[in-house]
């Protein structure tokens, strides 16, 4: 017998080759998105003393000069590009934020005027817009819930 007819016996025949592993599919990045409940009225703080401002919620009250909720949105835009967006939530009927926050509208930042009767579904309310807004976040992506007066 030939050299070649004994390793060609040695072979595997066509269909009994084991395919070749393909690479799995790379899983999508997930991107980082915060959401910021805004549309209490902070009634439990009661009422403000020292610098506060009277009539105006907790998120809105001065700290060291600043409202509450810009230290809260400065701290998250430090971050960059780690983060993918930030939405901001407040009442239907909010009149104070423009007033308090008018440089609030940078890249990636939306206001969504679609808070709740509580903050659970000012937070739900929150999460179902930025999942079904086309081109926003995805199943995949996670979402940092941080309270505006914290």
């Not at 016996?9 to 690479?23: I, K, Q, S, V, Y």
């Not at 610098?51 to 230290?71: C, F, N, R, S, W």
């Not at 509208?105 to 808070?115: D, Y």
């Amino acid at each position: 017998m030939s050299e070649n007819v004994e390793k060609s016996r040695n072979l595997p025949a066509f269909g009994d080759a084991e395919p070749e592993a393909l690479p799995a599919p790379a899983a999508p990045v997930a991107r980082v998105f915060v959401l910021i409940p805004c549309a209490g009225q902070g009634a439990r703080a009661g009422l403000p003393s020292g610098d506060g401002v009277a009539g105006l919620p907790k998120q809105y009250q001065p700290i060291a000069g600043t409202p509450m909720i810009i230290h809260t949105v400065e701290a998250f835009r430090a971050l960059g590009s780690a983060l993918a967006g930030m939405w901001l939530v407040i009442s239907p009927d909010d009149r104070d934020f423009e007033d308090v926050f008018p440089g609030f509208n940078a890249q990636g930042e939306k206001l969504l005027r679609a808070g709740g009767a509580t903050r659970a579904a000012t937070v739900k309310n929150g999460l179902q817009a930025l999942l079904t807004t086309p081109g926003v976040a995805e199943a995949n992506d996670w979402v940092l819930v941080h309270d505006a007066a914290r």
